[in-house]
């Protein structure tokens, strides 16, 4: 789009100028988007989101892209884990005990939500440059891990407990904890100063250790 500007100069007068507004290939101004999501259809809006979540669960599976869960952040895939993970870990509870699971599921979420608050405050205070809720984000879908872990331990508690089997659910539970620090660091790691990423690591470990012990405690008896 081109315009005439005519701007008013102390000195010399009227300054005449045009001014030209870039257009794209298909006459769309610059800065908006390809579709509009208010007229996409549901479904479509559905299984691209759906998608972009199984993208960030492949990454953190496979984290070699630093910035893979800090573009496009969400909290669909943290709020899917978490709700997974109150869901098994509510049954722990004693056979002779009265309680319907309601403490388990309600900590589970307290751990990881307000877990979560309180390592990204800790990294927002040692300088990291990332906002609050891609850091979220990110120790969120790091939870996927220590959630497969949760998943195979429950399998196995399906069977005749044994030392043998506790080494075993220990192992795995050990394995997710290990996997979702690496994986977090993989993607936090580049938001700190090098001479803090120590202080940084430590909580994010704590975080996933607390998690992990409630995956390893978790029991049928």
């Known amino acids: 789009m081109d315009s005439k500007l005519e701007l008013f100069d102390d000195v010399d007068g009227y300054v005449d100028g ?13 800065g908006q988007p390809d579709f509009n999501t208010l007229n996409e259809p549901i479904r479509d809006t559905i299984f691209r989101d759906l998608k972009a979540v199984g993208i960030k669960f492949a990454h953190v599976l496979y984290p070699k892209e630093k910035r893979a869960l800090l573009k496009e952040w969400d909290l669909w895939g943290p709020l899917v884990l978490c709700t997974f993970m109150a869901m098994i870990l509510q049954g722990s509870s ?23 608050m309180v390592v990204t ?36 508690l399906l069977a005749v407990q044994t030392n043998l089997l506790f080494f075993i659910r220990f192992t795995v539970s050990m394995a997710g904890f290990l996997w979702a620090t690496y994986a ?11 001479n803090r990423k120590l ?16 995956v390893i405690s978790h029991t049928n008896t």
């Open 199 to 214: 202080l940084a690591v430590y909580p994010i470990g704590l975080f996933y250790f607390i998690i992990s012990w409630l």
């Open 121 to 156: 405050l800790n990294s927002k205070l040692l300088g990291g440059n990332i906002s609050i809720f891609q850091s979220i984000c990110v120790l969120g879908y790091c939870l996927l891990p220590t959630t497969i872990a949760l998943i195979i331990c429950r399998i196995i």
């Open 18 to 30: 045009e001014m030209n507004v870039p257009k794209t290939q298909n006459n769309d101004q610059i």
């Open 94 to 116: 004693s056979a002779d005990n009265s309680h319907d699971g309601g403490p388990e599921f309600a900590q589970v979420f307290v751990i990881v939500w307000i877990g979560s």
């Open 184 to 194: 977090s660091m993989v993607f936090l790691g580049d938001s700190q100063k090098p």
